[in-house]
């Protein structure tokens, strides 16, 4: 089983990669936005307690998110490993991760870095905008604000991943292919447990 993190700014093409990266290795995805929403639509408990959160404006709880994560992990108990996909994004949440997945007799396999430059990041930003209609992704203050965020607050992951020899950088600037040939070469070398 793989579990791997996709990591990097916004822009750095993540969500290209993450979509080839499943289908090759059969991961399931783990993005906290559409647990999120999932467990709104269908009126779980979890849900309905995020509900309440977010329409007062206040960010769900690690806690109900780890919870959120938990019941996703046990709804693919024949999976081949999990991408997981804007989670964690501060050292509370990695640790919280790490001890839910020793709970289930699993652990991070590894955290791939996309390494792309700011001004890298901007342009294909834009780009995107104009397909995805989005205002923030048009704007070039609100995308330097958006990547300055990151820096702050979630680049400091790198250290935590680091740290337990499971961080590494990949160059992300070049062709898509290229980029998930790199991919797909680390994440060859790692054990299967």
Sequence with gaps: ?????????????????????IKKYHLVHLSTGDILRGEITNGTALG????????????VPDEVVIAMISNKLDQNPGSKGFIFDGFPRTQAQAAALDDLLLEKATA?????????????LIRRIIGRGKDSGRSDDSDPVIIRKRIEEYNKK??????????QNKFVAIEGHGDVDEIF???CKQIDQLPVF
Aim: no cysteine.
């Design 154 to 163: 979630t680049a400091p992951l790198i250290d935590y991943y680091k740290a």
């Design 108 to 120: 991070i396999s590894a955290m791939y870095a996309l390494n792309v430059e700011d001004e890298e």
């Design 48 to 59: 309905l307690e995020a509900k309440k959160m977010m329409d007062q404006g206040l960010l």
């Design 181 to 183: 040939y790199l991919l």
């Design 1 to 21: 089983m793989h579990n791997i993190i996709l990591f990097g700014p916004p822009g750095a093409g993540k969500g290209t990669q993450s979509a080839r990266l």
